[in-house]
């Protein structure tokens, strides 16, 4: 038995908590891994894993070893990535979640640039809004957008965008511009729904101020609601890397800008504490340097 292998198929089902899911992503039958760990408990003389009708979990055997494996292989990898990463091409698969239209508008082109000139390496993305489980779903990074970073995330920052509040100037016209966030109470507002139930927030007279918001339409989508803001559908607060476009040319007037209180960080999240492989590092990086710490859309 390929001890490492071993250890390797182990850490898989236990994070998945999937004899089937590991089979899956490794194109190999659940028999053949069933087998793997069956014959690795032999070897250890101990159970690591509890099977029940719906779901494995690790036995206190298990979750002691689970971290030492972890360990091991993360200095495999480091100590062959160290040796061997930087003086190769990159090569092989990067899976990737990324947000929705930021990734449509924002990272397409630059995967696609990062493709082109490293010919061994192939990219899977999947473009979407939730938030992803890195490690039950087999990503090697996840691109995401949020106010506050937890500190407990392996992350690479990549760039900023500011929060705009926005509107046609047709809206405008036909409803008035708010001066101050409590007049936003007396409009239609365009609603994210993946985001914060508590309002809008804002900063007056240097403090934190959230005012509640309320609308006829409501989408999880960034364009849509864009899209619902240059028809003249109400007042989008949405980031200026789907703004900006808009704005410059016409279509949207940017409003209370003298209350704008948050900028929003860009980054990359790793699954855990295991070791970036190479092909993962040079593509993060190679996003990174293209956007750049003040972005084209600021």
Not at 199 to 223: C, L, M, Q
Not at 233 to 240: A, C, D, K, L, S
Request: proline share 5%; glycine share 6%.
């Amino acid at each position: 038995m390929d001890r490492l292998q071993a250890m390797e198929v182990f850490v898989r089902v236990a994070e998945a908590g999937s004899f089937t899911a590991v089979a899956d992503r490794l194109n190999v039958a659940r028999s053949a891994i069933t087998r793997q760990i069956a014959a690795l408990e032999a070897h250890l003389g101990t159970k690591l894993l509890a099977r029940s009708t719906r779901r494995l979990s690790l036995t206190s055997s298990g979750s002691a070893y689970l971290e030492k494996c972890r360990e091991i292989l993360a200095m495999v990898e480091a100590a062959e990535g160290d040796l061997a990463g930087e003086k190769q091409a990159p090569r092989g698969q990067i899976r990737a979640s990324v947000p929705m239209s930021f990734g449509v508008r924002h990272l397409m082109p630059l995967v696609a640039d990062f493709i082109t000139t490293n010919p061994e390496v192939s990219v899977d993305v999947e473009f979407s809004d939730r938030r992803v489980n890195l490690i039950e779903e087999g990503m090697d990074f996840a691109v995401r957008i949020s106010e506050h970073i937890d500190p407990s995330l392996v992350i690479r920052r990549l760039s900023r965008s500011a929060l705009a509040v926005a509107a046609s100037p047709d809206y405008l016209d036909r409803h008035g511009r708010p001066q101050h966030p409590d007049d936003l109470l007396q409009h239609h507002c365009l609603t994210y729904t993946l985001g914060s139930s508590l309002g809008w927030g804002f900063r007056v007279d240097g403090e934190p101020y959230s005012v509640p918001i309320k609308g006829r339409f409501r989408a999880n989508n960034g364009d849509a609601l864009l899209d619902a803001a240059i028809r003249g559908m109400g007042i989008v607060r949405e980031p200026t890397f789907l703004t900006s476009q808009a704005v410059r040319a016409g279509l949207l007037e940017v409003l209370l800008p003298e209350y704008s209180a948050t900028e929003l960080h860009i980054y990359a999240v790793f699954p855990g504490t295991r070791y970036v492989p190479h092909r993962v590092r040079t593509l993060v990086d190679y996003l990174a340097e293209r956007i750049g710490p003040v972005p084209y859309w600021a």
